[in-house]
């Protein structure tokens, strides 16, 4: 993304306006980097408001136009590996904290969804099923239930034993 | 001590979060954050659930109180954040101000289901205007209902789509794909596209004896349309199209009754005695390319966005990405484009340009896109494509020239506007009428060949007889809605 440099010298000296045109032309970026690791609204958007809350407080000395998506999702993933920490301070090496592989780079995440497109392919259709209607579709147990003509119970059943195949399948 | 939630109760859970967008439990166990982690490797496969409508004003009022607070503590005066807050409240104009559309989208995400009556209503240049239907509607979700004045009653159910004609005593099966009609109707679809692009509050009116803010949007490379947003439900009540074709449509929803319990059966398909089910060929919905591939017997171009459905039919593809849709079939005979569209470049070959689609030929498929996003999802189908420029000239000017008479053509747009004599908006068919004002034999219909067109100047080849070719303008208004004169022609 490019970002006027003038704007984010002016944003380093404290400029409000500044900081602000420099939320605006960033958020929606850092907000899909965010998602893109916890597939979830709520979560995406109180992670990106707080990466831009601790980046006013860090005070950095300049904003490099050039890195300052970067620095952002740096401090982004601070705040997912602090709030990782809070709730389960145990494990270094959460997923959600290694590198992505893909950064929202286009190409990237293709190959990414190419790869799990692939492996959900060879699962076997009733698994495919439940996690296209539970997942991608975000129908509730009971709708899958429904459609899939099985009683909730068994949509739960189906689908941990789906998920755990792909798991094995993506390995 | 606590105990270990049922690893299955668990997984559920959590998918259940992720559906909601909301915050899940963290997980329990190694193993079961290894679970979590491919659940979103699957949920990835969507495009990202957009941020609320209000994140962005959220995220700047925080911005503005993180300063804030810094200030406070630099000036260390308790008293004086009053001062800068009233000080930002009048150095940054808008802040407060009442953000329709904004507040639109909130509403229309508070219905679950609606039933009312809407009414369309269809009007000409010449400003008459008339009901042209009046239809019941039920909406929940994916689901909705529609019956006419006459009793026809469509139903989609999200899986299976049928039409009750008690008429006929038919029960039609439909194909579920592509559904434009649903986004004319359709609450949430009003107030996403509302969102989506440009848009500007241009005024206020009385709609079925509400008062309504009036929202004008523009969707980029696509005219303004107009929605009405009732002030006390903040819910959009009324749409109307651009002027298309000469004709404006108006969808006023004259009644609206918002999440009241629907009955059971509302989109339940129930045969009525002593009808006959007619099916042909309803679809099946289809996951993924390979799947695709298996049902139709080739294999489908995918455009670099995921689709939010797929249906196979027993000839095409349909692949939906909100109110756009591609349709993919094998390719065959000849590709014609439509005589009244104009011409572009797409894989090598032709392009046929309409108002609100694209269609080429690529490998032995013919590729059909449809809808406001048409241009951006057909070139991440094909690299090569160029849209005609309506600014260019003839590739060579005709050898004899035509005299016009503008006052004779603005009486005929006129005329045009009013529903009159359309096929002046056909290049072809002004040239068989101008072939036939100079008493000369004409020539098949179907023989005429528009081999230019930039939707502003074509040329139309002729087979036989004594003019070879014929350039055509549209004088009078350059768009959908011109109508074509002829300019030139060359002798044989």
Known sequence: MLIDEQIARRAASGDQKALEQLCAQTWRQLYRFVYHRVQNREEAEDITQEAYSRMLKARPASYSAGQFVTYLQTVALNVIRDRWRSAKARDRNHPLMQPMRSTGDAAEGIVQRDTVRRALDRLNPDYRTVLELRILRGLSTAETARQMGRTEAAVRTLQYRAIQALKEEIR | ?492
């Open chain 2, 1 to 492: 001590m606590k105990s270990r939630p049922d690893p299955e109760q668990e997984l559920n859970q959590y998918i259940d979060a992720l559906d909601a967008e909301k915050r899940p439990e963290p997980p329990s166990t190694p193993e079961m954050e290894s679970l979590f982690r491919t659940v979103r490797t699957v949920k990835a496969l969507k495009e990202p659930a957009e941020p609320s409508p209000d994140f962005e004003q959220r995220l700047l009022s925080s911005l503005r109180g993180e300063q804030g607070r810094r200030r406070r503590l630099w000036w260390a005066g308790a008293g004086l954040a009053a001062v800068a807050a009233v000080l930002l409240l009048v150095l940054v104009p808008g802040l407060g101000r009442r953000d329709v559309v904004a507040a639109m989208v909130q509403a229309v995400e508070q219905v679950h289901r609606y039933h009312g009556v809407l009414e369309v209503r269809m009007a000409n240049l010449a400003g008459e205007e008339e009901v042209v239907r009046t239809q019941e509607v039920w909406v929940e979700g994916d689901r909705y209902a529609i019956q006419m004045q006459d009793g026809t009653l469509t139903i989609n159910n999200g899986e299976q789509k049928w039409q009750v004609r008690p008429q006929d005593r038919v029960v039609a099966i439909l194909p579920v794909a592509p559904d434009p009609l649903r986004f004319e109707l359709d609450l949430k679809a009003m107030a996403e596209n509302a969102r989506r692009y440009p848009h500007k509050v241009v005024g206020r009116d009385t709609v079925a004896g509400r008062t309504a803010d009036i929202v004008e949007i523009s969707p980029p490379g696509g005219d303004p349309y107009r929605i009405w947003v009732d002030t006390a439900t903040g819910l959009p009540v009324q749409l109307v199209t651009p002027m298309q074709n000469a004709l404006q449509t108006t969808f006023t929803y004259t009644t609206l009754e918002i999440n009241q319990p629907f009955d059971e059966d509302r989109f339940s398909f129930i045969v009525p005695e002593g009808y006959q089910v007619v099916e042909d060929d309803p679809g099946l919905v289809v996951t993924t390319p390979a799947e695709a591939a298996q049902r139709l017997g080739f294999e489908p171009v995918m455009p670099t966005a995921v689709p939010t459905r797929m249906i196979a039919y027993q000839d095409r593809l349909v692949m939906e990405f909100g109110p756009t849709t591609v349709v993919q079939r094998k390719a065959e005979g000849t590709f014609r484009p439509a005589t009244y569209g104009a011409l572009g470049q797409a894989a090598g070959g032709l392009l046929e340009v309409l108002e609100n689609s694209l269609r080429w030929r690529q490998g032995d498929l013919e590729i059909t896109v449809t809808g406001p996003e048409a241009e951006s999802i057909a070139r991440s189908i094909t690299p090569d494509l160029t849209l005609p420029d309506p600014e260019a000239d003839f590739p060579k000017q005709p050898e004899v020239s035509v005299q016009v008479d503008m006052g004779v053509l603005e009486n005929s747009q006129r005329q045009v506007d009013a529903g009159h004599m359309p096929y002046l908006l056909d290049p072809t068919m002004v040239t068989m009428s101008y072939l036939g004002s100079l008493e000369l034999v004409l020539p098949d219909m179907d023989a005429l060949e528009v081999s230019y067109s930039t939707g502003v100047r074509a040329i139309v080849e002729v087979p036989t007889g004594p003019i070879s070719r014929v350039y055509l303008q549209r004088l009078v208004r350059q768009d959908f809605t011109g109508i074509w004169t002829v300019v030139g022609y060359d002798p044989r």
